[in-house]
């Protein structure tokens, strides 16, 4: 898991390189990368410890987010994959060359986790590394042990594989990515070879951010994976400004756009809305990014202490529903400048999202006219925070907090009043 930037003055390289990304044709992916199954039509949701817990993870803890998840409704909406990340197993494989989980943290192992979470109407996400061994210096997969731990997961019916890229060591002859793409090809080939359908979430992007290789591996993720982490993590809890970092994040995924598409998603990384140091605006506003971004939905925080307000922004079913959209297209950024961001996303029955951030630290107005994101005639727009509808022939105005984004449905209407 690559550290986030310590500054951030690599953002307008990286969001001028992505806004060149429009016309990239990426290589042939498929959902069927790991299972003749399709997998991940839609964006994955769920929950991931890390951003949270880091390695203090624990089989309660993973219980008691699990629970509060379908307490809550969150797993109802679709908040449904449990994904324990490193720092899950013991320091060393087994006499026979397995993975085993830390006795400590995890008494009861990771067969009984995921039956557990299946009796509750969860899916079950477990993270390795392609490497020798896992960011936290643990066990990993590479480059032996692929098939070993793909039965292992499939028999412990495992649902999804977050496979990091720390520790991938170098062989004579080959590139820093055909060594990737070696590994990211065994492990897709191991999964299929399972026989369960387990979704493979690649993390190898993250590696190559900012340089010459970067949308190389970009376009082949889609075809050992169903979605990709394609750059920095976002900031642990506790620890520096984590709307920066949802804001650097935001940057390098939003001009991605030719890459995503059912089954194939690009991962700015978790979901921390709710979970301290950012206010409510803000946390209301990485919901709507990624939601327009047809970004994974995985929320990474304490479950069992969100607020009643962090729950209605996490559980909008109305941003829920753009995030799910079947056509899976990722929003297309219409205009941007210094202070606002204009995306606009179309979705599958003709309507068309179209969200605002105010990227400033004061309230602004703001009018979009409807001939600049593509929409002509009488549209009745629909408020997605606050349900409201309207119909317009002009624009679309509102008045947007500091750091907040605005966001509407649009739909061809019959008249106007006016």
């Known amino acids: 898991m690559p550290k986030t930037p310590s500054s951030r003055s690599l953002l307008a390289g990286f969001t001028v390189l992505a806004a060149s990304l429009l016309g990239t044709v990426p290589a042939q992916a498929s959902p069927t990368a790991t299972s003749n199954t ?40 679709g908040y449904n994959t449990v994904t324990v990340d490193d720092c ?44 020798t061994q896992t960011c936290g210096g643990y066990p990993g997969s590479g480059p032996n042990h692929f098939a070993t731990d793909a039965r292992d997961f ?17 062989q004579p002859g080959m590139s820093t990515e055909a060594v990737y793409r070696q590994a990211y090809q065994a492990q897709a080939a191991a999964l299929r070879s399972s026989g369960r359908a387990i979704i493979h979430s690649v993390s190898a992007p993250a590696y190559f951010q900012g340089g010459p290789n970067w949308l190389s591996v970009i376009g082949w993720s889609g075809q050992v994976g ?29 001009g991605l ?29 990485q919901v709507a990014l990624w939601a327009m971004m047809a970004a994974p939905l995985i929320l990474s925080s304490d479950v069992t202490r969100l607020s009643s307000d962090s729950l209605a922004a996490i559980g909008n079913s109305n941003l829920i529903a753009v995030d799910q959209d079947p056509a899976g297209h990722q929003a297309t950024v219409a205009s941007s400048t210094s202070t606002t961001d204009v995306l606009v996303k179309q979705l599958a029955n003709g309507d068309r999202a179209v969200a605002v951030l105010n990227r400033t630290t004061s309230a602004r107005p703001a009018s979009v006219s409807l001939s600049s994101v593509g929409m002509s005639g009488c549209v009745r727009a629909k408020d997605l925070w606050t349900g409201a509808t309207s119909t317009t022939s002009s624009a679309l105005t509102a008045s947007i907090p500091a750091h907040g984004t605005a966001v509407w449905r649009l739909s061809a209407a019959n008249g106007c009043v006016s």
């Open 38 to 77: 399709p997998l991940a039509l839609t964006p994955p949701m769920g929950w991931n410890d890390w951003a949270h817990y880091g390695c203090d993870v624990t089989e309660s803890t993973v219980v008691a987010n699990a629970d509060a998840l379908v307490s809550t409704g969150l797993a109802a909406k």
């Open 88 to 131: 899950w197993m013991a320091r060393s494989r087994s006499a026979s060359g397995h993975l085993v989980a830390d006795p400590a943290k995890f008494p009861h192992g990771m067969a009984w986790l995921g039956s557990y979470l299946h009796s509750k109407g969860l899916k079950f996400g477990i993270y390795e590394d392609a490497g």
């Open 154 to 170: 499939a028999s412990w019916a495992v649902d999804y594989l977050k496979l990091d890229g720390c520790n991938v060591q170098s």
């Open 226 to 254: 169903q979605l990709w982490r394609e750059g920095a993590d976002i900031a642990m809890y506790g620890s520096g400004s984590r709307w920066g970092s949802v804001m650097y994040n935001y940057g390098y995924n939003k």
């Open 257 to 285: 756009t030719s890459f995503a598409s059912p089954g194939n998603w690009n991962d700015p990384d978790f979901i921390i809305a709710g979970d301290g140091g950012l206010n409510a605006d803000e946390s209301r506003s």
